[in-house]
Nanobody, 126 residues
Framework: QVQLVETGGGLVQAGGSLRLSCAAS????????MGWFRQAPGKEREFVSA????????AYAEFVKGRFTISTDNAKNTVYLHMNSLKPEDTAVYSC???????????????????WGQGTQVTVSS
């Protein structure tokens, strides 16, 4: 069983940057992928980015390409989401998730992830 704890959210002005962290503890196995999702008030939870531990393959939602970068620190079992050029529409609760996902095309599918963190609020002011 994997446990996930997110940190790094906060309030930032438009154009600013934040780095979110997701520390994984417990059992980690080959084939596990880590994803970031977000949910704004009144909206569905949506995929943001994901990475596979085994080979570092990444996936990004179109609306964050060129602005957000996902990375890992394997020694710390931590996944980061580096967010630059933030916009007010990026305001949401950001959650990390883990799942046994081997297919790159499935990284964007919310239902493939079976362990979720508690979420961290990101607020971007205009």
């Amino acid at each position: 069983q994997v446990q996930l704890v997110e940190t790094g959210g906060g309030l930032v002005q438009a154009g600013g940057s934040l780095r979110l962290s997701c520390a994984a503890s417990g059992r980690t196995i080959s084939g596990v992928a880590m994803g970031w999702f977000r949910q704004a008030p009144g909206k569905e939870r949506e995929f943001v980015s994901a990475i596979r531990w085994s080979d570092g393959a990444t996936a990004y939602a179109e609306f964050v390409k060129g602005r957000f970068t996902i990375s890992t620190d394997n020694a710390k079992n931590t996944v980061y989401l580096h967010m630059n050029s933030l916009k007010p529409e990026d305001t949401a609760v950001y959650s990390c998730a883990a799942g046994l996902i081997r297919s790159w095309s499935q990284l964007v599918e919310r239902q493939r992830y079976d362990t979720w963190g508690q979420g961290t609020q990101v607020t971007v002011s205009s």
